[in-house]
């Protein structure tokens, strides 16, 4: 309960105000959680794992103490066993309405085209969408966990089958939609893993080495990158991250190729700053600047590179794209643009879950 209102307090007025709200919905939860499996029938998730998801929804996808609360009284509150003029009378109307909504996602099936009936920019302040973000906690829980899908009590009433096609369907394209990107990976890999586990096991095994060690090479690159550019006159910043097993698994099967063809294991985004007023010509020459320096710091794989700013994509996506041989003998995927470039591709015509979610 500490970290879970430590995480609240910087959100809100301070712990003072936090701690009695977390405290008394986490004694209510387990007092009427303890009473329903004293007289047996369906065992409820305990109050612990439900602070799990609650830690989960404030520290991942940033939500408010409301959400919060929802997570730890929705087992008691979806079981009958709290009313809703209850929570209202002592947690807020907020906190009410998205427990409402997480019992009439219970009686819900989602079907293979749900996601269509949702807008392309979510309200994340809606009780609907909040209660989603639960569940989706919930899943992320049991990923971490360790426990097989077969043993988990994420919803009694889905086989293991029906979640992961849920987590295909809705639950992982709609993260994309929200740019809820570190989410989505966790989801797409939790569905990997149980969907096809060979295939899940033989990439990490052909990877070698841990995601966080992965992240730890990536950042030693990004910061020669970083030092080779601070001596020239170009505004900048960098984005990076490292492909999921998931991502690696969906390219193999797409392009048809092996895992030694995959070539953006790990990738760094450069992107140029301070060109408003210039002319798309003078876009373009500050791009291959960049790619002249970077060309320089690294061995470039010319075979590969994509030039997509001397020919944008149909879209509108302007990038330019290169795979670079690096000193430790690893691959690195650079992508250069414009804050212009950037912006488009992140929300305009080209932006990136439209074509995703399509894939």
Same mark, same amino acid.
């Given at each position: 309960?500490?970290?879970?209102a430590r995480v609240l307090a910087k959100k809100s007025n301070g712990l003072k105000k936090v701690w009695?709200?977390?405290?008394?919905?986490?004694?209510?939860?387990?007092?009427?959680?303890?009473?329903?499996?004293?007289?047996?029938?369906?065992?409820?998730?305990?109050?612990?794992?439900?602070?799990?998801?609650?830690?989960?929804?404030?520290?991942?996808?940033?939500?408010?103490?409301?959400?919060?609360?929802?997570?730890?009284?929705?087992p008691p509150f979806l079981s009958g066993l709290l009313a809703k003029k209850e929570v209202e009378r002592?947690?807020?109307?907020?906190?009410?309405?998205?427990?409402?909504?997480?019992?009439?996602?219970?009686?819900?099936?989602?079907?293979?085209?749900?996601?269509?009936?949702?807008?392309?920019?979510?309200?994340?302040?809606?009780?609907?969408?909040?209660?989603?973000?639960?569940?989706?906690?919930?899943?992320?829980?049991?990923?971490?966990?360790?426990?097989?899908?077969?043993?988990?009590?994420?919803?009694?009433?889905?086989?293991?089958?029906?979640?992961?096609?849920?987590?295909?369907?809705?639950?992982?394209?709609?993260?994309?939609?929200?740019?809820?990107?570190?989410?989505?990976?966790?989801?797409?890999?939790?569905?990997?893993?149980?969907?096809?586990?060979?295939?899940?096991?033989?990439?990490?095994?052909?990877?070698?080495?841990?995601?966080?060690? #992965?992240?730890? %090479?990536? @950042?030693?690159?990004? *910061?020669?990158?970083? !030092? $080779?550019?601070?001596?020239?006159?170009? /505004?900048?910043?960098?984005?990076?991250?490292?492909?999921?097993?998931?991502?690696?698994?969906?390219?193999?099967?797409?392009?048809?190729?092996?895992?030694?063809?995959?070539?953006?294991?790990?990738?760094?985004?450069?992107?140029?700053?301070?060109?408003?007023?210039?002319?798309?010509e003078e876009e373009k020459i500050a791009c291959w600047k960049v790619f002249s320096i970077i060309s320089?710091?690294?061995?470039?794989?010319?075979?590969?590179?994509?030039?997509?700013?001397?020919?944008?994509?149909?879209?509108?996506?302007?990038?330019?794209?290169?795979?670079?041989?690096?000193?430790?003998?690893?691959?690195?995927?650079?992508?250069? #643009?414009?804050? %212009?470039? @950037?912006?488009?591709? *992140?929300?305009?015509? !080209? $932006?990136?879950?439209?074509?995703?979610? /399509?894939?």
């Open positions: 309960m500490h970290q879970l009695p709200v977390v405290e008394e919905a986490y004694l209510l939860a387990g007092r009427l959680t303890s009473d329903k499996n004293k007289f047996g029938g369906m065992p409820l998730r305990c109050p612990k794992e439900s602070l799990q998801v609650a830690i989960i929804a404030v520290t991942e996808m940033s939500l408010d103490i409301s959400a919060a609360v929802a997570a730890i009284l929705s002592c947690f807020g109307v907020k906190t009410a309405a998205i427990l409402e909504e997480l019992r009439s996602l219970k009686g819900c099936k989602i079907q293979g085209d749900t996601i269509r009936s949702y807008p392309t920019h979510p309200d994340r302040n809606a009780p609907h969408i909040l209660a989603i973000l639960l569940q989706i906690c919930d899943v992320i829980r049991v990923k971490c966990s360790g426990i097989t899908l077969e043993d988990t009590d994420w919803d009694r009433s889905l086989s293991g089958s029906q979640l992961l096609l849920d987590l295909k369907c809705f639950y992982i394209p709609l993260s994309h939609r929200m740019r809820l990107y570190d989410v989505q990976t966790k989801l797409a890999d939790f569905w990997l893993k149980h969907s096809d586990t060979l295939s899940y096991y033989a990439i990490t095994a052909k990877l070698g080495i841990t995601k966080l060690q #992965r992240q730890k %090479r990536l @950042d030693f690159l990004s *910061e020669e990158i970083y !030092a $080779a550019m601070q001596g020239t006159a170009i /505004n900048f910043f960098i984005k990076k991250r490292v492909k999921s097993v998931y991502s690696i698994w969906h390219k193999i099967q797409k392009l048809r190729v092996g895992f030694e063809h995959i070539y953006d294991l790990s990738a760094v985004r450069i992107i140029i700053t301070g060109m408003d007023g210039t002319t798309l320089g710091l690294y061995n470039p794989m010319y075979h590969i590179m994509r030039d997509w700013i001397s020919t944008p994509r149909e879209s509108g996506y302007e990038s330019l794209h290169l795979t670079l041989q690096t000193n430790q003998s690893e691959r690195l995927e650079v992508q250069i #643009r414009t804050e %212009r470039m @950037d912006h488009i591709a *992140e929300y305009g015509h !080209a $932006a990136h879950w439209k074509y995703k979610c /399509n894939a």
